[in-house]
């Protein structure tokens, strides 16, 4: 399964800073609005130090880690629901997703703020005000159709009335899936800071209080850019500089897949080593399914060694010796960092 983030902002908030250094594109980054005018696409890596590791036991086979498609969506303006600035287009492009990244300025400088003042809270405010009306517009559409009203819509007309999202206000329904609304989706805020505001605790704890329950990212688009540019050893350097122990990229990488409930499997030999996206909870032959559906038919048994017992006996031979090696059936419930190889009969 692949897992794919929508990136949304005023303009000028450093989105398209953002995901070039993500995915080391050349995406049009321009000090005006609308810079990014189709939906830009790119597909990043998911950091996982265990595949290097496994690596070497296998003889440094290829190395392919689990991805993540990060979507940047041209700038929304107050008044997108109604089709201000380019408008209804960018709430399409976000249903196709499976959640939603805001970025949100709080850094200073001479690039242009749409508002002409840099407020978080406003900004904050104006996205998420945009896609509750956009989602209220879809919901008095639906009812409109309908002979009799869905109560499921009702609620969340109210909710949404209310001035809340739906996923802040944790209510779900078919109704509500079937139509894609917008504030369905998980958010995690990606606060843009000045390089020095990185270790500035007291600003954070003031900009995570803005957005909890949901999660806050503290990044440097420009610094992140810089990282992009540099090999591994020489970005961890500059990161260890400035007591970060990863990049904000990284961490919104990783956030994204806690924030949707998502974990990794491994699969390892000498062609290739390789992580696997899974939903926390998936069974093994649910697990099997993602590498070809005829794996999870026909499913058997799962040989499985957990990560930390492989690395630590050296092998795969001197894992089983240790008792370490398993065989698990069809209620198996995977999880995050077991190696894997299934036995099948298609």
Known sequence: MSLSIGIVGLPNVGKSTLFNALTKNNVLAANYPFATIEPNVGIVGVPDVRLTELAK???????????????????????????????????????????????????????????????????????????????????????????????????????????????AAKYYSEATDELQLLTT????????????????????????????????????AKLEAEL???????????????????????????????????????????????????PVGATAPQAAGVIHTDFEKGFIKAAIVAYDDLVAAGSETAAKAAGKLRLEGKDYIMQDGDVVEFRFNV
Do not use: M
Request: hydrophobic fraction near 40%.
């Open 228 to 278: 992009s540019e540099l090999d591994s050893e020489e970005a961890q350097e500059l990161l260890s500089e400035l007591g970060q122990a990863e990049s904000g990229l990284s961490q919104l990488i990783h956030s994204g897949f806690n924030t949707l409930g998502l974990q990794t499997y491994l699969t390892a030999g000498p062609k290739e080593v390789r992580a696997w996206t899974i």
């Open 185 to 220: 989706k998980p958010f995690i805020y990606v606060f843009n800071v000045d390089e020095g505001d990185l270790s500035n605790k007291e600003l954070q704890s003031e900009l995570t209080a803005l957005v909890s329950p949901a999660e806050a990212i503290f990044v440097c």
């Open 57 to 167: 036991l296998y003889d440094n086979p290829k190395i392919i880690p689990a991805s993540v498609s990060f979507v940047d969506i041209a700038g929304i303006v107050r008044g997108a629901s109604e089709g201000q600035g380019l408008g209804n287009k960018f709430l399409a492009n976000i249903r196709e997703c499976q959640a939603i990244v805001q970025v949100v300025r709080a850094f200073s400088g001479e690039v242009l703020h749409v508002d002409g003042k840099v407020q978080p809270s406003d900004d904050i405010e104006t996205i998420n005000t945009e896609l509750i009306l956009a989602d209220l517009q879809t919901i008095v559409t639906s009812i409109g159709k309908a002979k009799s009203p869905d109560p499921a819509l009702l609620k969340a007309r109210e909710i949404l009335d209310g001035g809340q999202t739906l996923f």
